[in-house]
């Protein structure tokens, strides 16, 4: 079946650095990548898609110059996360769907656990 | 604005036992439907999925969910629990033309032995 894999899984950092999650489909063309955030025992909050050639669309009250996203190919999307402090702390999940077909379910990573001392 | 609302947010069950996990939703079309399953630390896996036809789907591990229109509901069933099935349950929406998925807040299910 479709893998997606992300990395690293766990990243545990200073304050003020800036820590780069790549998310890679492995056996697929993955137009459109989409990146999560999911606070403890909270669902998934969608953070923006990520489009193959394009600028990323920011749900509202994401700030994109905080979390960078580059989706340079059809297989690979990264989220940076710059300057880093505490409160961005989270778990952050990537997916992404096969093609351009809409009724392709997403396929999700396994996360990556960023901790900010 | 499509909304996914999932009533329960934590089910005990004993080994053995029926389960089913309740999601409705708030959508103008049908949209399309979908239940993953995470385990503590990781991803999402896909159980199952609705997109149209048969309102009774099969997943995975055993589960099946049913799609009823009239009650905008969508809910997942197992006939018998393993203790395997212990994790965070969450139910999604899409609408039939984009790949803007909401998620419902999730169930948590504990498996008494």
């Known amino acids: 079946g479709a893998v997606v894999s992300q990395h690293p899984s766990w990243v545990i950092c200073k304050s003020g650095t800036s820590v780069k999650i790549e998310c890679r489909s492995l056996?697929?063309?993955?137009?459109?990548m989409f990146w999560y955030r999911q606070f403890p025992k909270q669902s998934l909050m969608l953070m923006a898609t990520?489009?193959?050639?394009?600028?990323?669309?920011?749900e509202q009250g994401v700030e994109k110059d905080k979390f960078l996203i580059n989706h340079a190919s059809l297989t690979l999307s990264t989220l940076t996360v710059t300057s880093a402090h505490p409160e961005d702390s989270s778990f952050y999940i990537c997916?992404?769907?096969?093609?351009?077909?809409?009724?392709?379910?997403?396929?999700f990573g396994d996360g990556t656990r960023l901790s900010i001392l | 604005a499509q909304s996914v609302t999932q009533p329960d947010i934590h089910i005990t069950v004993s080994e053995g036992a029926s389960l089913e996990l309740r999601c409705n939703y708030s959508?103008?079309?049908?949209?399309?439907l979908f239940w993953y399953v995470q385990s503590p630390g990781q991803g999402l896996q896909l159980l199952l999925k609705?997109?149209?036809?048969?309102?009774l789907v099969q997943g995975i591990k055993g589960f099946e969910a049913e799609f009823k229109r009239s009650q905008s509901s969508f809910n997942l069933r197992k006939p018998s629990v393993h203790w395997s099935d212990a994790a965070e349950y969450f139910c999604?929406?899409?609408?039939?033309?984009?790949?803007?998925?909401?998620f419902g807040a999730g169930t948590r299910l504990t498996v008494k032995p």
């Open positions: 959508y103008g079309a049908t949209p399309y």
């Open positions: 609705y997109f149209s036809g048969d309102t």
């Open positions: 990520s489009n193959e050639g394009s600028k990323a669309t920011y």
């Open positions: 999604a929406v899409s609408p039939y033309n984009n790949n803007d998925m909401r």
């Open positions: 997916s992404a769907s096969p093609g351009q077909n809409f009724n392709q379910p997403q396929h």
């Open positions: 056996d697929f063309q993955a137009t459109t």
